[in-house]
């Protein structure tokens, strides 16, 4: 591996800096997905996923690159990942930003893994040009880009305004040469002024957010309480079951035929059912379906149903288990 900075490296990404002129990006998608090796995190737009941002020196060591097989979702190749892969995520972002006459896209980049002859490494972005076009579109110092496209502003059969892709790349696991050339081999800019834009995919790195969860036995079990911590995104009822937490509640009837027995986290046996003390806000909102089996307790969810720190969300949870063995219940 090999690590390497060139001083000038801004020069094929902006030429002719000073006729340059910054504009504000143009919010063509909002697009917000982040995945992790085994989980996905839903997103809320009102958790601003950035407070778990990696610092920058910790990004430098954590990003790694893995070969993987084809499958239904993703096709075989050398994909960005992240090395302590239980608590860091690769979070996706896709920016735009403005095409500008005589103009590149004025990020700084760095090689920090490559000098293979196939031209995969790792490029990541160290800074952003003041007044350049990529200023204040949200790329991050750490980020690395995983593709480019390039837009141009057309009309729909309606007449109304639409970017069609021209041409795009895929620059993820790059080596730094392997991804000017890329850059480099964009088509030149052909509409005037504000109908072409970049659109960038970018990979973040982010620790993965946690919630804090306090299980309390009805007294009638003898069993101590105690503290569990889980990931943002994990389903309740996995996630106490893999931890050794006892659910299935003898006085449990089913929902779809009255009788009793474990429904197999199909939502319909209440068998694993909560009480939520606190921190009800951290768990994704109940379907139909739970809403009506549980519309007399409203502080009850069913375990296979809900999602901690659905959203992205951190805080701590208090619940009661087997809640119809608590008098007050």
């Known amino acids: 591996n090999m690590a390497r900075q060139a001083p000038f490296s801004i020069v094929l990404f ?7 002129i910054s504009f504000a990006p143009i919010p063509i998608e909002q697009t917000q997905e982040v995945s992790g090796t085994g989980q996905s995190v839903a997103t809320s737009q009102d958790v601003d996923l950035n407070q778990y941002n990696l610092p920058f020196d910790a990004a430098l060591e954590e990003w790694t690159a893995n070969l993987r097989a084809e499958t239904i979702l993703s096709s075989s190749g050398v994909y960005l990942g992240a090395k302590s892969k239980k608590e860091v995520m690769v979070s996706t972002e896709v920016v735009s930003f403005p095409r500008k006459p005589g103009c590149g896209m004025g990020i700084m980049l760095e090689e920090i893994a490559g000098g293979r ?3 995969l490494g790792i490029t990541i972005v160290t800074g952003l040009v003041e007044d350049g076009p990529a200023e204040g579109c949200g790329i991050l110092k750490g980020d690395c880009i995983s593709s480019i496209a390039v837009k141009k502003r057309t009309q729909d059969e309606d007449g109304r305004a639409a970017w069609d892709t021209v041409e795009s790349v895929s620059t993820e696991c790059l080596g730094y040469d392997a991804t000017v050339d890329a850059i480099l081999g964009l088509p030149d800019m052909e509409a005037r002024e504000g109908d072409e834009v970049f659109m960038l995919t970018m990979k973040r790195l982010r620790r993965k957010p946690k919630v804090q969860l306090k299980i309390l036995y009805p007294p009638s079990q003898n069993e101590p309480d105690f503290d569990l911590e889980l990931f943002s995104g994990e389903n309740l009822r996995r ?15 089913r929902f779809d035929n009255g009788g009793d027995g474990n429904c197999g986290a199909e939502g319909t046996c209440t068998t694993c059912v909560v009480s939520v003390s606190r ?11 739970e809403k009506q089996m549980l519309q007399d307790t409203p502080r009850w969810r069913l375990g296979c149903r809900a999602i901690v720190g659905y959203g992205g969300r951190e805080g701590k949870i208090v619940l009661r288990v087997n809640p119809r063995q608590w008098a007050e219940e």
Do not use: F
């Open 14 to 20: 902006l030429i002719s800096l000073r006729t340059c």
């Open 117 to 119: 002859a196939d031209g």
């Open 239 to 253: 996630a106490m079951l893999a931890r050794g937490v006892k659910l299935n509640d003898p006085l449990a009837k």
């Open 279 to 289: 921190g009800q806000d951290l768990l994704n909102q109940p379907g139909l379906q």
